[in-house]
Every structure is written in C-alpha cells, then in structure tokens.
Nanobody, 126 residues
Framework: QLQLVESGGGLVQPGGSLRLSCAASGFRLDNYVIGWFRQAPGKEREGVSCIGRSGGSTNYADSVKGRFTISRDNAKNTVYLQMNSLKAEDTAVYYC???????????????????WGQGTQVTVSA
C-alpha cells in the first residue's frame, strides 16, 4: 500500500522556523516527483513547492520564495520542506503529494499528483 506521511508541523511564532518531513512507505520516493501543498481555512489548496526525482529541479510559489527550501534524501525515502521566516499567512494544513506523471520537471499544480498524505498543521501565531 502506497502511503505518504507528513510530520513536523506545529505552533511557531512569526519569524520562526519549522521543517516538515514527507516519508513514504510501500514505494520508493526516488521514482516520483514530490510536491508540497497547503490549505488554509476557507481558502483553496495552493501549491507551495516541488522537487524532481533527483532533486535537480525545484519550484516555489512566489509567496514562499527565499523563505522555504525543499530537499530530498532518497536514501531515507523522505522529502523535506524547510520553512524559515514564517508569517501568519503561512498558517495552513500542509500536504505532500507524489506523481510519476511528470518527466524532467516539477509543477506546483495539484492536478498531476496521484498520491497524497493526510497533512500536518502549521500554525504561525504570537
């Protein structure tokens, strides 16, 4: 059974940092492009970042560029999202997703992604 599990969310003050992890079970993540998405209450899900199979291709939403960094450790079958300089507007449930449908690129549009985790809550508040 293919499963993605996010972890690392929590409550942090504005300006703080968190590192989210997306761990896979039942399959090898290095065969997949991985994306991070988030959904705040009352808002649509939005793409945050993505990373290609080898880690050479990455993409970020404008709202997180310069603050978030995506990376992957294929040996640990895990993808990370390092989030720095967090703002209140980063508050959301964060999801990771996987797809084999992209070759050579990654996109932060949710449509190509087949497998999704259950999400982890990130709350940025003083």
């Amino acid at each position: 059974q293919l499963q993605l599990v996010e972890s690392g969310g929590g409550l942090v003050q504005p300006g703080g940092s968190l590192r989210l992890s997306c761990a896979a079970s039942g399959f090898r993540l290095d065969n997949y492009v991985i994306g991070w998405f988030r959904q705040a209450p009352g808002k649509e899900r939005e793409g945050v970042s993505c990373i290609g199979r080898s880690g050479g291709s990455t993409n970020y939403a404008d709202s997180v560029k310069g603050r978030f960094t995506i990376s992957r450790d294929n040996a640990k079958n895990t993808v990370y999202l390092q989030m720095n300089s967090l703002k209140a507007e980063d508050t959301a449930v964060y999801y990771c997703a996987a797809t084999k449908n992209l070759i050579g690129i990654c996109v932060i549009n949710s449509r190509p992604y087949d497998y999704w985790g259950q999400g982890t809550q990130v709350t940025v508040s003083a």
